[in-house]
């Protein structure tokens, strides 16, 4: 339907409609939101405002939500007419919210199954809920680009929305999840980050896993940045050397979990990307208190985790990324040149690596970690960082 629904922009006529009909009735195998579920939904959440937003224009929408929906009162409808600036810009979320005499944008949640949803809700500062139901088992580009950007949830089918609509943060990535003090399963996401080919890159995906995200200063991030807990913690420790417990917790839970099935065969080897010269060694303050909680909570006996801040360094030479403002390219080609193994002999024992850093953009520090580990004879080598920093929403 997508030709029919892009020629229905500023048309009303009945004919238009009739058309949008007809084809719609041509299919049955459609996925939907039932119609019981959403009048479960304002059954158990009376006070719940229910709406819609979308690219599509109006009679197309309208139309097609009678057919889906049949008696089903929404509270508000903004569709593609209703907004100058429509996906991914958050205006059409901003004109519901007040529409609807609603205040605080951290109260709102837009559910979507695609990428341009989820940075139209950072965009206008919202929580997200990414619905994977419609997806295939074949991810498309799309779908790889939504993970990238980390929701606020993701769930696998409509009647998920139940239990996020009690307490979404008990689905938020862990850290995040940590710092609201909230009960809930360990999320780590995998994001794919990629060397460039300028510097010698393929289409071969470096995982990195992350325990929460970090918004960055753009504009396009200004409304969801003031209230997200992460990035202001992040601001907190940025020149600290003592780090909350909840930032401990999290990496030992992700130790403990991806981990689980070799802590009873084989060692563990966590270090972190190294400070640069003339800095604070943060990350190697921040392993040092990863260890001392193992002293006073250690794994099981037959386990073995050990911990080395020195394990790769920075030559002088390097650069600061903001202080000499590097691009993307040149942030790649910095550590390339200038990340070494300073310590290759603890590679002689057949241990797993964790390499841990603390806000991750390009990906490059950790991609070079790795890079540079298994060339000097690490065999298995995982990158985690404490946050995957989101980027401007409005042009990625």
């Known amino acids: 339907m997508t030709e029919l629904r892009e020629a229905g922009k500023n048309r009303s006529d009945k004919a238009y409609r009739a058309q949008v009909r007809k084809a719609y009735e041509q299919r049955e195998d459609r996925e939907l939101y039932s119609l019981a579920l959403l009048n479960e ?4 959440f009376p006070s719940l405002k229910v709406g819609v937003f979308t690219r599509s224009p109006k ?11 049949p008696g089903f009162e929404w509270d508000v409808v903004v569709s593609y007419e209703d907004v100058k600036r429509t996906k991914p810009f958050g205006d059409g979320i901003d004109k519901a919210m007040f529409g ?3 205040k605080y944008i951290s109260r709102i949640v837009l559910v979507g199954d695609g990428n341009v949803d989820i940075r139209s809700a950072y965009h ?5 809920v990414l619905d994977r139901t419609s997806w295939s088992r074949w991810l498309v580009r799309d779908n790889w680009r939504s993970l990238e950007h980390m929701p606020d949830v993701i769930i696998d089918k409509p009647s998920d929305l139940l239990r996020v609509i ?14 609201y003090g909230v009960q809930g399963s360990g999320r780590y996401d995998r994001v794919n980050k990629f060397l460039p080919k300028e510097v010698g890159g393929d289409s071969k995906p470096v995982a990195i896993f992350s325990c929460g995200r970090s918004f ?25 050397e003592n780090f909350a417990d909840e930032w401990i917790e999290s990496v030992r839970g992700f130790i403990s979990a991806h981990f689980r099935p070799m802590l009873f065969s084989s060692n563990l080897m966590v270090t972190v990307v190294p400070h640069r010269p003339g800095r604070t060694p943060r990350l190697e303050a921040f392993l040092d208190q990863l260890s001392r909680s193992y002293e006073d909570a250690p794994l099981p006996k037959k386990s073995s985790v050990v911990f080395y801040g020195d394990v790769l360094a920075f030559k002088d030479s390097v650069k600061s990324n ?4 590097l691009g993307r390219i040149e942030r790649f080609t910095n550590i390339q040149e200038n990340l070494y193994v300073k310590r290759g002999e603890l590679l002689k024992q057949r241990r797993r690596i964790l390499v841990i850093d603390d806000v991750s953009t390009t990906g490059a520090s950790l991609i070079y970690a790795k890079k540079y580990l298994e060339e000097a004879g690490a065999f298995d080598v995982t990158c985690l960082s404490i946050a995957m920093n989101i980027s401007d929403v409005l042009y990625g």
């Open 322 to 325: 903001h202080g000499d403002f």
């Open 59 to 69: 009679s197309y929408a309208e139309t097609v939500l009678e057919l889906a929906f």
């Open 216 to 240: 960055s200063n753009y504009k396009s991030l200004e409304w969801r940045r003031k209230w997200h807990k992460l990035s202001e913690s992040i601001q907190e420790h940025k020149d600290s």
């Open 41 to 44: 939904i304002r059954r158990d």
């Open 124 to 128: 206008a500062g919202c929580v997200v």
């Open 100 to 102: 609807l005499g609603l």
């Open 166 to 179: 009690e307490d979404y943060r008990c689905f938020l990535p862990d850290l995040e999840r940590r710092l």
